[in-house]
Every structure is written in C-alpha cells, then in structure tokens.
C-alpha cells in the first residue's frame, strides 16, 4: 500500500514570491507521482507527473517538481505565483505496475494574496 | 486529450431517495473507471473500481449494497447511491485510465441530500 503526505495544510504567499509545495510518499514498491490541482467546485487538473527518468519535471503554468527518491519526497515549486495559483493542490501516487488508482495526499490550499 | 464527463454535475435530493451519476468517457474505450468520493476540504478517496463485464471492487468500508455500481459498456460506469442520507452529500467524482500511467477524471458530481 501507498500512502501520501502533504505537510502543510495551507500556505499563504504574495503574488510574484516563489513557492514550494511539500509531498511525501510512502511505498513497498515503484511508484509514479503526480501533482494535482482543483479550483472550487470543479474536477482535478494534471499540472504534472514524474514516471521515470529526470528527476526534474516541468508542468503546465510554470510549475515544476523534482522527485528525490532518498527522502520520497516529490515537492512542487513555481518561481513566481499568480493570483490564479490559488487553488488546492494535491499529490498523488499510484504503482507502477497493474491497477492505476490514486492514492491522493490531503492537499494544501495556496492562497496568493495581492 | 481524452475527455471524461459527468451527469448530472450537481444534484440535490430528499433523504431516502436514490440517485444515479453516469461517468462516460467520451473518447476512447475504459475497462476500468475508479470513483472517489471527496468531502468538503478533504482529499479525495478511492471509493470503487469499476470493471466493464464484472463486479465492482470496493474499498474497505465502502458499502457495496449503498453505492451500486454498474459498468454498462466499454464508455459509461455508473454510480447509484440507494436511499441517500444527509451524510451521502459529497462531491463525487470519477476517473479512468487511459494508458500506462495517465488518468483522467470527469469534472465531478456535487450530491446535497436534505
């Protein structure tokens, strides 16, 4: 079994200061990794994923995460945040092998303020 | 990108009544849809696997006998919730993988029981 952990619950932050999103991943086995985002009332969005390769993965809207497998951990980051950021976002993991369900993280609310 | 609706995306309905969420994909062909339940500010958990042909697989106290699952055909699962109650409300919402690695999820089904 998996299981996944996002350390922070909420994180505020202005509009233009970089920011990190923290994921931990607990797993016997291969896993793949990925980042979600929802905006209220509505579905789940792929911003990125990480299957196998450079550790260092570039998404949609300028994020990006590195996977580092000594300390499973699969952290997103933006540079520079927009208003539009805000959203909840979510870490997944699934294996990588046989049924594809994901095992989500509890999320964490970004709030970019002005 | 292959694409996953839903229907209806918001219900609301009297206590002791069922309802039916249809999750089709829209574009190619799922054996395999997964239904995650999400309550408010929570993260998303697995609630079923559903498989075209055979039996629902439910997670570990999902109800199988509450959430009725049929998988018709190769494009639509659905999902019945039987005699909902007020802790039935939740935003429901499906997946299916579409190779290796890569989900997509439907945009989500907001169920209020009164």
């Known amino acids: 079994a998996q299981s996944v952990t996002q350390l922070d619950s909420q994180v505020p932050v202005f509009e233009e200061a970089p920011v990190e999103l923290r994921c931990n991943y607990s797993?016997?086995?291969?896993?793949?990794l990925f980042w979600y985002v929802q905006y209220p009332n509505q579905g789940l969005q792929l911003l990125l994923k990480?299957?196998?390769?450079?550790?260092l993965v570039k998404g949609i809207n300028g994020f990006e995460a590195e996977f580092n497998k000594s300390q499973t951990s699969f952290h997103l980051r933006k540079p520079s945040v927009h208003i539009s950021d805000t959203a909840e976002y979510f870490c997944a993991v699934t294996m990588d092998t046989g049924r594809r369900a994901l095992t989500f993280g509890s999320g964490t609310r970004l709030q970019v303020q002005p | 990108g292959a694409v996953v609706s839903q229907h209806p995306s918001r219900v609301i309905c009297k206590s002791g009544t069922s309802v039916k969420i249809e999750c089709r994909s829209l574009?190619?062909?799922?054996?395999?849809m997964f239904w995650y339940r999400q309550f408010p500010k929570q993260s998303l958990m697995l609630m079923a696997t559903?498989?075209?042909?055979?039996?629902?697989?439910?997670e570990q106290g999902v109800e199988k006998d509450k959430f009725l699952i049929n998988h018709a055909s190769l494009t639509l699962s659905t999902l019945t919730v039987t005699s909902a109650h007020p802790e039935d409300s939740s935003f429901y919402i499906c997946s299916a993988p579409v190779s290796g690695s890569e989900q997509f999820f439907g945009p989500g089904t907001r169920l209020t029981v009164l």
């Open positions: 797993s016997s086995v291969s896993v793949y």
């Open positions: 559903s498989n075209e042909g055979s039996k629902a697989t439910y």
């Open positions: 990480y299957l196998s390769g450079s550790t």
């Open positions: 574009d190619f062909q799922a054996t395999t």
